[in-house]
């Protein structure tokens, strides 16, 4: 069998598998490299030199001064401008994208501008909600169309105009490229944002790519909420710790809208202003139940404080070291239940206040307690208490508020533990008045018991603190509303992120509560959700106590969860989570970038060489370490790259490109230039989807001289044909760098880059062959 025709039938079997999927592309470039070594098509130096190759060198080095980039912060910042296209529509997004990349490749190797595009692509978009694989294609042939801008900016351009001046011709000027290469990135754009979109691969609608499986677990989106600091409100200059949207609400303030300004995982010291949105998680009927229709009414009712005031007495007394409370919390000795008496205020010796109900009673301390004076006097027989010292006027700080029970109200049936009104804003029910009943039931309650059963239209005298009555008025007024899915995407940030937690198999903490364990405290993050058998657990997260296999949604800054990942407690399941990015880094990996990029560009050393220095270099000076700089790259990639390169080697050794081209000039170079420039450009293209371009533009110069003098055409249209079509390579994951680069990260498949390159390339080589004639006149 010829060789000819053993590299024909490689070729096909090798497309067939990449379009079929059914073997991995990596493994199927190993299996052509394997082949043509077999076959004897190239040889086995030649085979493996794939693996020494400039390209992938190059490429390597790119995925990780790319990765530290990202780690520092620096894509972040230079992908800034482009967020301000995130609230906008796909077409917008792509444009800007498109401009962006072709611009830069104008000034800078295409390869570079696609590594530093590609994190800040991936930013873009998270925050717009959308899959990456429908920006990431768009970004990376924005970087192919603009790349021959410059006579400098791509090898072919180079290579082109070094040809001519070989062949004695005036080569070409350094923007000789702009007229032809600004009109196919015009071209090119208006394809991807007219037809080109809508044949990319991932869903047009919003994405939650980067958390599905979150989102599919805990559904975190659809428990987000936002609502208004209205103008007046009691809340506004109040800390967000005392908002008690969390303990009344059990709501997780995980943002804040400040005019243009969102702040992420505000500090519980965040002061609250009038007109912040804030965005919370949490589940809606919580919102509901401090409605004030749906929840209690403020009234004035003078008679019910007067009988309040008759009835009630508030006394001093001090501790004995006899006392059977001596050694109990608060929790444990049940006054209210046993006695119907409120313990108001507590004091240790030294006069100092205690807040701490877990606090165990001591000997000497001081008690302010409020009662009937019967069940007060109650205390100093059975010994709970010295002798009684009465006080005059209200409880210091308290104030009284009567609230009426409406129809409908949540509380309807409730008893007073039920209400939330004590555990969740520290408001003592200490009395209700309701009309004489049926059954015989008091018509005014000292007192009630914690298990007394509220009725409707019961007038409710609550005692608290006057931040404790405002609060409850102020969450009376919060209005729920669905937040727009732009600001959901938008919760996450370089500094800011949502994970999964897990206990780990040695964790100490099993049957502990998040309360008993100041999670918050010691953690600074936000517990949103907790995954109990399958289900997700949203109310009284504080308070519930962790069982082996509960796994918890976590919301806070990612040094605090890098943190938790030291904890040998906890398991954390995405790492990436965690890297919180290294500002103070940032200066020297943009100055190792730019290093990178100049001395590329000065022609000080070879890409590749100045690309595999700039990788040592963010690892030595500490952007990224060792673990980060390997997982960086995409060996499946380099795989693929390695294996398809002695390819190229093949079809130059066999002569298989130059007898097609040949074959092809001859059989149109009488029909007119037009048809020589078409014939040229597609041989070429097709080419350059398999052969390195340097190689190719060597092989195929002679032939487009050799024409042009044989057909007495100008050179300087052919070779300007043979530079824009080498560069044209849109239609192949192996035909570019930048392809190689989104591959991964956008989870294209093969056939993806043939649905969108080929009709491109199709619409690039009709532009080209109707304007590059009238650009370059043949005669």
Not at 315 to 332: D, F, H, I, Q
Not at 335 to 344: F, M
Not at 366 to 376: A, P, R, S, T
Not at 712 to 732: E, G, K, P, R
């Amino acid at each position: 069998m010829s060789p000819l025709l053993m590299l024909s039938l490689l070729i096909i079997t090798a497309l067939v598998l990449f379009i079929g999927g059914w073997i991995p592309v990596d493994i199927t470039a190993i299996l052509v490299l394997s082949s043509l070594s077999l076959t004897g098509l190239v040889s086995p130096e030649d085979a493996l030199a794939g693996f020494s190759s400039s390209a992938v060198i190059t490429v390597m080095g790119m995925f990780i001064l790319s990765a530290g980039l990202t780690h520092t912060g620096v894509s972040y910042q230079f992908g800034k401008p482009l967020q301000l296209f995130a609230k906008k529509g796909e077409m917008a997004l792509i444009v800007a994208l498109m401009v962006t990349s072709s611009l830069l490749s104008a000034l800078i190797n295409t390869t570079t501008v696609a590594a530093i595009m590609l994190p800040a692509t991936m930013e873009l978009a998270r925050r717009s909600g959308r899959n990456p694989s429908r920006l990431l294609m768009p970004m990376a042939l924005g970087c192919l169309l603009g790349g021959p801008f410059t006579g400098i900016s791509t090898p072919p351009n180079i290579l082109v105009t070094e040809a001519m001046a070989k062949a004695g011709l005036k080569p070409f000027g350094l923007f000789d490229f702009t007229p032809i290469t600004g009109a196919l990135v015009v071209a090119g754009i208006l394809f991807i944002v007219l037809i080109g979109r809508y044949i990319l691969p991932g869903s047009k609608d919003k994405a939650t790519c980067d958390h599905s499986d979150l989102e599919s677990s805990y559904q975190f989106a659809e428990h987000m909420f936002t609502t208004r600091i209205r103008p007046g409100s009691k809340l506004a200059g109040v800390k967000l710790a005392d908002s008690r949207l969390g303990s009344a609400l059990s709501l997780t303030v995980v943002g804040l809208q400040r005019g243009r300004e969102l702040i992420l995982a505000p500090r519980p010291q965040t002061m609250l202003r009038e007109n912040d949105v804030l965005i919370v998680h949490g589940q809606d009927e919580h919102f509901r139940y401090f409605r004030g229709d749906q929840h209690l009414l403020a009234e004035e009712n003078d008679e019910a404080m007067l009988r309040i005031g008759a009835g009630m007495e508030i006394a001093g007394a001090v501790l004995p070291a006899t006392s059977p409370l001596v050694g109990r919390s608060l929790a444990e000795i049940g006054l209210r239940r046993n006695y119907r008496v409120h313990l108001l205020s507590l004091k240790n010796t030294q006069g100092e206040r205690i807040q701490d109900a877990r606090r165990a009673f001591a000997p000497e301390d001081f008690l302010i307690v409020q009662g009937k004076k019967e069940d007060l006097e109650r205390l100093v027989a059975d010994g709970l208490v010295g002798p009684l010292c009465l006080e005059d006027g209200e409880a210091e700080g308290a104030m009284l508020l009567p609230m009426r029970v409406p129809e409908g109200s949540v509380l309807i049936g409730k008893n007073l533990i039920e209400s939330r009104l004590g555990n969740a804003l520290d408001l003592t029910v200490i009395g209700i008045s309701r009309d004489q009943a049926a059954d015989g039931a008091s018509p005014f309650v000292f007192m009630p018991l914690p298990e007394e059963i509220i009725r409707q239209d019961d007038l409710m005298v609550l005692q608290g603190s006057r931040e404790a009555l405002e609060s409850l008025q102020a969450l009376q007024e919060l209005i729920m509303e669905r937040p727009s899915p732009g600001l959901i995407t938008e919760l996450e940030s370089q500094q800011i992120g949502i994970t999964e937690v897990l206990l780990s198999p040695r964790t100490t903490l099993a049957g502990r509560t998040l309360a008993q364990l100041l999670f918050r405290e010691h953690y600074g993050l936000s517990v949103l959700a907790v995954l109990r058998k399958g289900q997700p657990q949203r109310g009284g997260l504080r308070e519930m106590a962790l069982q082996f296999g509960d796994a918890l949604l976590v919301y806070g800054r990612r040094q605090s969860l890098e943190a938790v990942a030291r904890d040998p407690d906890f398991l954390v399941l995405d790492h990436e989570a965690t890297n919180a990015p290294l500002v103070k880094k940032a200066p020297i990996a943009a100055a190792i970038t730019v290093a990178v990029l100049a001395a590329s560009i000065l022609n000080v050393m070879p890409i590749s060489i100045a690309a595999l220095t700039g990788a040592a270099l963010m690892v030595v000076t500490g952007c990224l370490n060792m673990e980060q700089a390997y997982r960086s790259v995409e060996w499946r990639v380099i795989f693929l790259i390695a294996g398809m390169l002695p390819l190229g080697v093949a079809v130059q050794n066999t002569g298989a490109a130059q007898l097609a081209a040949d074959a092809i000039i001859n059989s149109v170079g009488h029909l007119g230039p037009r048809y020589v420039v078409a014939a040229l450009f597609i041989v070429t293209v097709i080419g350059t989807q398999v052969i390195p371009t340097a190689a190719l533009v060597v092989l195929m110069a002679p032939i487009a001289l050799k024409a042009a003098q044989s057909l007495n055409i100008s050179a300087d249209l052919l070779l300007m044909t043979i530079a824009m079509a080498a560069s044209s390579s849109y239609a192949s994951p192996f035909s570019h760098p930048a392809h190689m680069l989104i591959m991964g990260p956008g989870g294209y498949r093969f056939t993806d880059y043939l649905k969108v390159g080929v009709p491109l390339t199709m619409v690039i080589i009709a532009v080209s062959v109707w304007l590059l004639p009238i650009l370059w006149p043949p005669y």
